[in-house]
């Protein structure tokens, strides 16, 4: 952190673009900042140091970053800077903080793994190469839970990620360090990436908007693979406009990805504004996310006066069904555990990452060196997936939960038929407490109960944060879901609904502990 910029830069105080209110950089959204360059209210290098500055005082308490790339963003500031605005860019000199699961050319990706602590890639990922293309500037690389596997961001090799709301709680995960970093103010946007919820979930708990694309909507190129069938990568924003200005940049068909769909891309932000409101929306409630056995208090009353508020704003709320998700965390975790076992079976100390050098046979270089390099966690989903692969039982259970999983894309694909979209709770529960779940597997892949259904489907879904909990004062997060590729009508809907949803304050646990 040594030759970081002076502290008080980041108070360089400029008018927001509103009003003439005096406004620090760190407190601008994407569009704002954007402004604010564009008209030369900042300089790049202004903008990139107030987010170093804003890193250094939030970082000790939080553990958001595993690598912060100081040098190379201002001077990656100062080249944009001596270049002038450019319109034509739409993130030009917007700093941001990607997950740790993205190749960086020349950087560390980690994937929050001791079994990668020293890979440098020689490439960047497809979605960071648009980001820069774009005029984005790099300030660092987010902690996770190792390798995408976990809900908390508690399962990483270099520390827990802390929530900015309240510092004993987590953050989620496993896109837990770009959602505490956005939600701390130390850039205006991140990327993460969702298997099971892994955005909107974090982005739930954090008061953040967060987005997950259909799958395919987005290249894979560079992202670290988890669960194949299952990753996506997405934007975690301050609001639903800055969600479509990202979601923008990085779609799109990409060759050097097989999955990613060769369709054309709409200008999400010049549609975004089409609907004055709600009327003529159907919005599907399905029974299973709103039993109130199986929320908690303060959710299940914040989520219903969200959905009251829909009513008001014009949309009618249609009830329906979706059986099958009972069986989505069952199915879920099986196939993709299959697919993490596969995935990581590159990862055997010889061509790359962490290698034992005191073994004395291959067998053995192989053994100490997954289980040195992989976590707990890590091995306990590889050991899984192995099991319900291997001969005798991959009809009894991998086959099964493929065949679960088309029934719960088929209800999904059906239940839209009636309504343009479907609504549910991000999470059963606020941002639990470090340490809470840990020692139970089970109740910390129930966290996902209400995320990883949409995942099986490849359907696209957006959080929003509705408010805070009347208990615990934590954010609580609605999540909307779309038929698939349309994600303009899910972020339109939710941006006439974030205009009628309270304004969430600042975080209050950065805040107390500063105090």
């Known amino acids: ?37 564009l008209e030369k209210r900042c300089s790049v290098r202004e903008a990139v140091q107030a987010s170093l500055v804003r890193i250094e005082r939030t970082e000790p308490r939080i553990n958001s970053l595993l690598h912060i790339c100081h040098d190379q963003a201002l001077l990656e500031a100062d080249r944009l800077d001596e270049l002038g605005p450019d319109p034509e860019r739409p993130l030009w000199g917007i700093p941001v903080i990607v997950k740790d699961v993205l190749t960086t050319r020349g950087l560390p990706t980690t994937c929050g793994s001791r079994m990668l602590k020293d890979f440098v890639p020689f490439y960047d990922s497809e979605a960071v190469g648009r980001l820069k293309r774009a005029g984005a500037v790099l300030v660092g690389k987010a902690n996770m839970d190792e390798f995408a596997m976990g809900s908390s961001n508690e399962n990483s090799a270099f520390g827990p990620t802390r929530n900015p709301w309240d510092l004993n709680r987590v953050p989620g995960g496993s896109s837990g360090g770009p959602a505490a970093g956005t939600a701390a103010g130390q850039t205006t946007f991140s990327l993460g990436t969702d298997t099971g919820g892994s955005i909107r979930q974090p982005a739930g708990f954090c008061g953040l908007v967060g987005l997950k694309p259909t799958y395919g909507r987005v290249s894979r190129f560079g992202l670290v693979a988890y669960g194949s069938s299952l990753d996506q990568i997405g934007p975690l924003t301050r609001n639903v406009e800055d969600a479509a200005h990202i979601l923008r940049v990085i779609a799109g068909h990409d060759p050097k990805d097989s999955t990613s769909a060769p369709l054309p891309v709409p200008d999400y932000p010049g549609e975004l504004d089409k609907l004055g409101d709600l009327k003529g929306i159907k919005l599907g ?230 105090e």
């Not at 073994?359 to 053995?364: G, N, R, T």
């Open 285 to 514: 409630v399905p029974e299973e996310y709103f039993a109130k056995e199986g929320l908690d208090r303060e959710v299940f009353e914040r989520c219903s006066r969200t959905l009251d508020l829909v009513r008001e704003l014009g949309a009618e709320t249609v009830p329906l069904s979706l059986p099958s998700s009972q069986y989505a965390i069952a199915a879920y975790y099986i196939i993709v555990m299959a697919e993490a076992s596969s995935n990581l079976a590159r990862y055997d100390g010889v061509r790359y990452g962490f290698r034992d050098t005191e073994a004395k046979d291959l067998m053995e270089m192989y053994v100490k060196s997954r289980s040195q390099g992989f976590g707990p966690e890590v091995q306990r989903r590889i050991i899984l997936g192995t099991y319900v692969l291997s001969a005798g039982y991959y009809d009894a259970y991998y086959r099964k939960a493929a065949q679960v999983r088309r029934l719960i894309r088929d209800e999904y694909l059906q239940a839209l038929t009636s309504c343009d979209l479907i609504c549910a709770p991000v999470a059963p529960t606020t941002a639990f407490r470090l340490g809470e779940k840990t020692d139970d597997p089970l109740q910390m892949y129930l966290t996902d109960v209400f995320t990883n259904p949409l995942n099986l489907t490849g359907l696209p879904g957006l959080c929003l944060p509705c408010g805070l909990g009347a208990e615990s004062g934590m954010p609580v997060g609605f999540q909307l879901f779309a038929q698939e590729f349309e994600e303009s009508r899910l972020l339109q809907v939710g941006r006439v609904l974030e205009q009628a949803l309270p304004v969430l304050p600042k975080p209050r646990g950065l805040e107390e502990s500063e």
């Open 1 to 37: 952190m040594s030759g970081l910029p002076e502290a008080g830069l980041t108070h360089k105080r400029i008018n927001a673009m509103d009003d003439s209110r005096p406004c620090e950089i760190t407190e601008f959204n994407l569009t704002g900042l954007r402004r604010a360059l």
